[in-house]
């Protein structure tokens, strides 16, 4: 446990000062915000010590502390803190350098008559599309707070699976890198000392075998030209990295994930379940149905179902159904587009949305899990598959040797 020393302020506005002990800093900010408390500042002094090493290495937002941030600023408001007060102190309470600044940045810009969501949007290697989008929403249907509070709930939830996810691929990822450097140092050290042996048997006739000729070829590329290979791989990344960055690169980004075996499955009941549930959540507060389908569109993070959202605004303009457009874009599940329509005849269209979308991360979660257990035992067999490339390369032809001698 750490005493963090803090300074806050109570739901009457009186500022306070004093010590909470805490196992680290988020659970020292839901200490006192059960208490009715709002941090102004949270202070780990054994941290303080220490902070000297770290001053040129580059600061990380973590989801967590952006949950944390949604919040403390819906506690603020909730409790009748005007907005820009409450950006103010969460300014002053953030330990996160880069996220201090940045709330400070949009302080400054809804000072100046911008909108929380406009002065966000400026923040966007930040704040992620879903996390604009349903404060956009919130403040389109007067209901910020709970638009904040709904966020932070997605945001840890996704933190949380994101950490099962690297907790159980740190071993696969060791046991990968380590495995590759092993084999790459084989090639290059180890193959060349039997070049003179297999240099005698082509000049007497005896011949090489395939898997010989071909781990000969990669020694000498990886010997020669390995700089050159490494730095055309470079090159290649930061061009792939260039395409994507544009419009088209996006969109054939967001074709290639929803074909993708294995994972494809996984990306677009990610992109339907989270435009089911901002899209359930803006009806449910009052937001109209095309207004919500126009803001709901940019939180799936897939550009395909975006344009199938906006396509179905058009024909809600047009008086049409929801259902027709998004059934015959094919992205949306039969069984799916089933319990749309009937929601839509019985009025309970938000309902089933967000039930929709609770139903697709529990399916997530558990293909997810299924994913990860599969991953070891692959990369066992990739492993192990040009560990045996290389001992098969370099023993065949001593065998062939054996039987022609034989």
């Not at 007067?142 to 933190?159: G, I, V």
């Not at 992109?271 to 803006?282: E, F, H, K, Y």
Request: with cysteine; net charge neutral; hydrophobic share 45%.
């Amino acid at each position: 446990m750490t005493d963090f020393t803090y300074t806050a302020k109570s739901a009457s506005g009186e500022r306070r000062t004093g010590t909470i002990a805490a196992a680290n800093r988020a659970e020292a900010m839901r200490r006192l915000r059960s208490q009715s408390l709002f941090p102004m500042s949270l202070v780990d002094p054994q941290a303080n010590a220490s902070n000297w090493a770290n001053v040129s290495l580059p600061v990380r937002v973590k989801k967590e502390q952006i949950a944390d941030f949604c919040t403390q600023l819906a506690d603020l408001l909730t409790n009748g803190v005007p907005m820009l007060e409450s950006i103010k102190i969460l300014g002053d309470a953030m330990d996160n350098p880069r996220l201090q600044e940045t709330t400070l940045r949009i302080h400054e810009a809804v000072s100046q008559g911008q909108s929380l969501d406009e002065a966000m949007s400026r923040e966007s290697s930040i704040f992620s599309e879903l996390t604009l989008s349903m404060v956009r929403a919130g403040q389109e249907g007067a209901f910020l707070e709970e638009a904040l509070q709904r966020t932070a709930m997605f945001l840890r939830k996704q933190d949380e699976m994101r950490g099962k996810i690297v907790g159980a691929l740190t071993y696969p990822v060791i046991l990968g890198i380590v495995g590759t450097i092993i084999t790459s140092l084989m090639i290059v050290f180890l193959v060349p000392k039997f070049q003179p042996f297999f240099d005698r048997l082509e000049q007497n006739g005896t011949g090489l075998p395939l898997v010989t000729i071909l781990l000969l070829g990669a020694s000498h590329t990886l010997m020669h030209y390995g700089l050159l290979v490494l730095g055309a791989l470079v090159a290649i990344g930061f061009g792939v990295r260039k395409l994507l960055s544009s419009d088209s690169g996006k969109r054939g980004l967001d074709q290639l994930k929803l074909k993708a075996p294995l994972l494809g499955s996984i990306f677009h009941d990610a992109a339907v379940s989270r435009a089911c549930r901002v899209l359930g959540t803006l009806l449910r507060n009052g937001v109209p149905l095309l207004k919500s389908l126009k803001i709901s569109s940019g939180s799936t993070g897939n550009r395909l179902l975006e344009e199938a959202m906006l396509k179905s605004a058009e024909n809600v303009t047009a008086g049409d159904s929801l259902s027709k457009p998004l059934s015959a874009s094919g992205l949306i599940p039969p069984q799916i587009m089933a319990m749309i329509r009937v929601a839509e005849e019985s009025n309970s269209l938000d309902e089933v949305l967000v039930k929709i979308a609770d139903r697709i991360d529990n399916r997530i979660e558990r293909r997810l899990e299924v994913l990860v257990k599969l991953i070891e035992p692959l990369m066992l067999i990739l492993i192990g598959s040009m560990v045996m490339f290389v001992i098969l390369g370099v023993l065949l032809p001593v065998f062939d040797l054996n039987s022609s001698v034989g």
